[in-house]
């Protein structure tokens, strides 16, 4: 059963920082590609990041670059998202994602929350 299940969202204050973790089951992770996507109140859901399963190669959203970072470790079947600087308009929930065979999953969320 491909499972994926997020962690480490919380409160943070402006220019504060998070590490959000993607921890995946059912699949083997080396094999696949794993993005972030996040969802804020009344708006659609959009891509933040990705990492490739075939050379590590990385990919962001303009409004996050240079502030955050993917990175993957097979041995721990995870995947991290780590945000510096944080911003309000970062406020969402943060969904990790991946297509395991041909089918597309999601995790739960976890919520993130910038705010002095």
């Known amino acids: 059963q491909v499972q994926l299940v997020e962690s480490g969202g919380g409160l943070v204050q402006p220019g504060g920082s998070l590490r959000l973790s993607c921890v995946v089951s059912g699949f083997t992770l080396d094999d696949y590609a794993i993005g972030w996507f996040r969802q804020a109140p009344g708006k659609e859901r959009e891509g933040v990041s990705c990492?490739?399963?075939?050379?590590?190669?990385?990919s962001y959203t303009d409004s996050v670059k240079g502030r955050f970072t993917i990175s993957r470790d097979n041995a721990k079947n995870t995947v991290y998202l780590q945000m510096n600087s944080l911003k309000p308009e970062d406020t969402a929930v943060y969904y990790c994602?991946?297509?395991?065979?041909?089918?597309?999953?999601w995790g739960q969320g976890t919520q993130v929350t910038v705010s002095s």
């Open positions: 990492i490739s399963n075939s050379d590590g190669s990385t």
């Open positions: 994602t991946g297509v395991v065979r041909f089918q597309r999953y």
